[in-house]
């Protein structure tokens, strides 16, 4: 391995794959520059790259998963810290029905393998992420169809996105990362001639594919605040959808207060609907709710509430919100109460720090978070996220 866990382009084919490692691409500036096909046997486009095998029984040596995270509109997610990663599937625009792509075609395959208990039919799959730099490629880790839970009206869904007004769907898959800090060149050579079950196969993946077992790879997260950076929109369409909702209210920002609490319900269905309610007489909270964590829908199943106090400010997204801003939220908690702080900017760095140095129980929703939600909620033109907002103002 080289240092800095960055592999150069030359000797990719000899290399292993170590988890979040960057593979460099060639220096031509076409495709001939592709790092995925020097590092692997497969091609250099699409989402779900497969490697057809050549000898031994089965199809498929193993399956590329590629996601570059240029498209807003598909927030693929790799969460850390449950090891779990959201794809979105390659039936991207209309035009097109659900199975036609062949990367939902293996979507499919592999999660009907999955919920029948047939997981000796599914192939490794690898994911790799862009980095931002020319053809240079992460590997995220060695992944599997579904999760611990087991919950199949979820791992794979069918969800409908419109586009110019054409209508049309496209999967969303969930994939478990494996605890698998490195797969080596000699399994990845095993793999391309059939041989899956050897003494290079990682153990987790063959206890996975034995009894159905997830071992997630879990990064625990520090205690690190996030920065001003990481707290607003990333991409044009995130900044476009936030403008929407900020010049919305610029003029009156004690009506964002509304359209916060509709956020925070957008975010968690856990968040009751008509839970929640305007307080008047508070000095300083915008609004109280209720969450409510049960183990099924329905009169008869047992629901644990816990109340929450929000809080909204809508600020000009370069204007932060100060100590001051939070200290009055935490001083107006009440006992077992957690907090919501949902803004049009960002928390400065030494209100961030108090909060998770001092373990203050506030949940921070910041621009680039609102913007995230609504995105991922379909909400993904200022047209749309303007109708949504006329729905929230009473």
């Not at 039936?91 to 792509?101: D, F, I, M, V």
């Given at each position: 391995?080289?240092?800095?866990?960055?592999?150069?382009?030359?000797?990719?084919?000899?290399?292993?794959?170590?988890?979040?490692?960057?593979?460099?691409?060639?220096?031509?500036?076409?495709?001939?520059?592709?790092?995925?096909?020097?590092?692997?046997?497969?091609?250099?486009?699409?989402?779900?790259?497969?490697?057809?095998?050549?000898?031994?029984?089965?199809?498929?040596?193993?399956?590329?998963?590629?996601?570059?995270?240029?498209?807003?509109?598909?927030?693929?997610?790799?969460?850390?810290?449950?090891?779990?990663?959201?794809?979105?599937?390659?039936?991207?625009?209309?035009?097109?029905?659900?199975?036609?792509?062949?990367?939902?075609?293996?979507?499919?395959?592999?999660?009907?393998?999955?919920?029948?208990?047939?997981?000796?039919?599914?192939?490794?799959?690898?994911?790799?992420?862009?980095?931002?730099?020319?053809?240079?490629?992460?590997?995220?880790?060695?992944?599997?169809?579904?999760?611990?839970?087991?919950?199949?009206?979820?791992?794979?869904?069918?969800?409908?996105?419109?586009?110019?007004?054409?209508?049309?769907?496209?999967?969303?898959?969930?994939?478990?990362?494996?605890?698998?800090?490195?797969?080596?060149?000699?399994?990845?050579?095993?793999?391309?001639?059939?041989?899956?079950?050897?003494?290079?196969?990682?153990?987790?993946?063959?206890?996975?594919?034995?009894?159905?077992?997830?071992?997630?790879?879990?990064?625990?997260?520090?205690?690190?605040?996030?920065?001003?950076?990481?707290?607003?929109?990333?991409?044009?369409?995130?900044?476009?959808?936030?403008?929407?909702?900020?010049?919305?209210?610029?003029?009156?920002?004690?009506?964002?207060?509304?359209?916060?609490?509709?956020?925070?319900?957008?975010?968690?269905?856990?968040?009751?609907?008509?839970?929640?309610?305007?307080?008047?007489?508070?000095?300083?909270?915008?609004?109280?709710?209720?969450?409510?964590?049960?183990?099924?829908?329905?009169?008869?199943?047992?629901?644990?509430?816990?109340?929450?106090?929000?809080?909204?400010?809508?600020?000009?997204?370069?204007?932060?919100?100060?100590?001051?801003?939070?200290?009055?939220?935490?001083?107006?908690?009440?006992?077992?109460?957690?907090?919501?702080?949902?803004?049009?900017?960002?928390?400065?760095?030494?209100?961030?720090?108090?909060?998770?140095?001092?373990?203050?129980?506030?949940?921070?929703?910041?621009?680039?978070?609102?913007?995230?939600?609504?995105?991922?909620?379909?909400?993904?033109?200022?047209?749309a996220v303007k109708q949504w907002l006329d729905r929230q103002e009473y």
């Amino acid at each position: 391995m080289s240092q800095g866990d960055v592999f150069p382009n030359d000797g990719l084919d000899r290399a292993d794959l170590v988890v979040d490692a960057v593979y460099k691409g060639g220096s031509e500036s076409n495709l001939a520059a592709a790092t995925l096909p020097d590092l692997l046997n497969v091609g250099n486009s699409g989402g779900f790259r497969k490697a057809t095998c050549q000898a031994g029984s089965v199809d498929l040596s193993y399956v590329v998963l590629f996601h570059n995270a240029s498209e807003p509109s598909w927030p693929d997610k790799l969460d850390p810290e449950s090891g779990i990663f959201t794809y979105f599937g390659d039936n991207r625009k209309p035009g097109s029905r659900l199975h036609e792509p062949p990367g939902n075609k293996f979507l499919r395959k592999a999660y009907e393998s999955l919920h029948n208990g047939e997981r000796t039919d599914i192939p490794p799959i690898l994911i790799f992420s862009a980095t931002g730099e020319g053809y240079d490629r992460r590997f995220r880790g060695l992944a599997v169809p579904g999760t611990q839970t087991g919950n199949q009206s979820e791992d794979l869904v069918a969800v409908w996105k419109n586009k110019r007004g054409e209508r049309f769907q496209n999967y969303r898959a969930r994939f478990t990362i494996l605890d698998v800090a490195q797969v080596s060149r000699e399994w990845i050579e095993d793999l391309e001639e059939g041989n899956c079950d050897t003494d290079n196969a990682p153990d987790v993946w063959l206890k996975w594919r034995e009894t159905g077992t997830y071992t997630p790879l879990k990064a625990e997260r520090t205690k690190d605040h996030r920065s001003k950076e990481q707290q607003l929109p990333s991409t044009p369409l995130q900044e476009q959808i936030l403008k929407t909702v900020y010049s919305r209210y610029t003029e009156n920002p004690t009506d964002f207060e509304y359209v916060a609490t509709a956020i925070f319900e957008l975010m968690d269905d856990n968040v009751g609907n008509n839970e929640i309610t305007r307080e008047t007489r508070d000095g300083g909270i915008d609004a109280t709710g209720k969450y409510n964590i049960s183990p099924a829908s329905g009169p008869d199943s047992d629901t644990l509430v816990v109340e929450f106090a929000l809080e909204a400010k809508c600020h000009h997204p370069d204007s932060g919100n100060g100590v001051r801003e939070i200290s009055r939220l935490i001083s107006r908690l009440r006992h077992r109460q957690f907090g919501v702080f949902v803004t049009t900017s960002y928390l400065a760095k030494q209100a961030y720090k108090e909060i998770k140095e001092d373990d203050h129980p506030v949940l921070v929703l910041s621009g680039g978070d609102i913007a995230e939600i609504l995105i991922e909620n379909g909400f993904e033109t200022e047209q749309a996220v303007k109708q949504w907002l006329d729905r929230q103002e009473y």
